[in-house]
């Protein structure tokens, strides 16, 4: 196949004005200025941008269903209460269904949002096993690929947890270029001692981890408290820190705990729209990169939109240090355009993140029309203040594959999956 009469942004030090993108075999073999013959199929951008796909790193699939509720009582005094009266219900009343039919909204909106790859942290006590499978087939028929976790937690008792346990083991057993699997683990405040021993005699030094760390205060505080070290300590101490584990938020870290992430070649997750939804605290995530952190970014499953997140990201930093310079676009280079997709690349074992030669086609079509001169230089302005203030993504190619084609998924129903999804709903709201 080839992409023509197009913008191109290569991610690797090029921005094309127009040009062509061949495809064959899931791969990119030709890029280049102009236009060029060919023999099979071509598809006429008509002046649109390609781009890489996105990589969303620390989302929640499972919240999909949540949207609009009501609950009662919900009035939360603290970070664990709002766990409490929102978040831990919802996981309890969820079954082999909620979970399918979230995963498969999930990735129509991520798609239609630009996003071909998802590392998700489920959740869901009452159905544990098989639940990883669950959602990453949703994921894979839409035409994403799926890293999926399950969050080991003791909250729910000792059958729970070691489900959750087996739950991460089965599914790391049967990888393919579309999923991926990491160990997931809830956070230090929700795992003993015991917990942290059973997992490590799993996978200690051979899996990577997906875990919250020090998302609220009482995190930290209640890992002082009962063990005498931060929440990074005991991971350490507990051989779980493994390269490409993912920790996420890591609001209320010290610099001392956060150097084991950089020594151990962790990523920290950042989620900067659900903090502030949640009020636990911003991150300072400038000191994570500048301390040498892999700093990646996520939504921790607040919409699948990450443009918003790059939004509060950029910004926020703006208001809480009073600081209209503090940050800017250019941080989106060595994070959203290069940590993530790094990470990617490295947990699915395919080349993500450039339009270029050799690269795998994990790529997008965006309707962006810009009434001023775009360069390599000025692409990341671009991209901040034109393409994330309305993004218009019209296709999208995961390996090749047109999986989004003329803003419509090609490989399942849309409209029957969102018919399903109200029903469903209904009967959630319902239990809860």
Not at 11 to 39: K, L
Request: proline share 3%.
């Amino acid at each position: 196949m080839q992409l023509t009469n197009a913008s191109i942004f290569t991610n690797d030090g090029e921005f094309i004005e127009r040009g062509f993108v061949e495809i064959e075999d899931g791969e990119i073999v030709r890029v280049g200025e102009g236009s060029r013959s060919y023999a099979g199929e071509v598809l006429d951008l008509k002046g649109k941008l390609i781009m890489p796909s996105f990589v969303n790193c620390h989302t929640h699939v499972y919240s999909t269903l949540v949207r609009g509720a009501r609950l009662s009582p919900f009035n939360p005094g603290s970070f664990t209460e709002l766990l409490e009266q929102l978040w831990w219900r919802l996981d309890k009343a969820l079954s082999k269904e909620e979970l399918a039919i979230s995963a498969y909204v999930a990735s129509i909106e991520s798609l239609k949002a630009g996003v071909t790859t998802l590392f998700d942290h489920n959740s869901s006590p009452n159905f544990i096993n098989g639940s990883l499978e669950a959602i990453a087939e949703a994921v894979n028929n839409t035409g994403l690929r799926y890293c999926g976790s399950y969050e080991v937690s003791d909250r729910d008792g000792v059958y729970s947890r070691d489900s959750g346990i087996v739950e991460n083991v089965d599914f790391m057993n049967f990888e393919t270029p579309f999923r991926r699997g990491m160990f997931g683990l809830h956070a230090s405040m929700t795992l003993s001692r015991e917990t942290l021993m059973l997992v490590s005699r799993e996978i200690a030094g051979r899996k990577p981890i997906h875990v919250h760390v020090a998302e609220g205060p009482e995190d930290e505080e209640r890992s002082l408290s009962l063990f005498d070290q931060r929440v990074l300590e005991r991971f350490h101490r507990s051989g779980l820190m493994t390269e490409d584990s993912i920790y996420a938020h890591c609001i209320h870290t010290d610099g001392i705990e956060r150097s084991l992430i950089e020594e151990t070649g962790g990523s920290i997750a950042i989620n900067y729209q659900s903090n502030m939804n949640n009020g636990v605290g911003l991150p300072d995530w400038r000191s994570f990169v500048s301390e040498g952190i892999e700093t990646v970014i996520g939504n921790d499953g607040y919409g699948c939109n990450l443009c918003h997140d790059i939004r509060f990201l950029t910004l926020g930093p703006h208001h809480e240090f009073r600081d209209p310079m503090v940050t800017d676009a250019s941080y989106l280079r060595e994070t959203f355009f290069g940590s993530n997709y790094r990470l990617a690349t490295r947990t699915f074992g395919v080349n993500l993140g450039t339009v270029r030669e050799g690269s795998t086609a994990d790529v997008i079509v965006i309707d962006y029309r810009s009434p001023t001169a775009i360069t390599e230089e000025n692409f990341l302005d671009h991209f901040f203040f034109g393409i994330c203030d309305n993004i218009s993504v019209t296709d999208v190619f995961v390996a090749g594959e047109h999986v989004l084609a003329d803003r419509r998924p090609v490989l399942i129903d849309e409209e029957e999956i969102y018919t399903e999804a109200r029903r469903i709903s209904d009967r959630l709201w319902t239990r809860l």
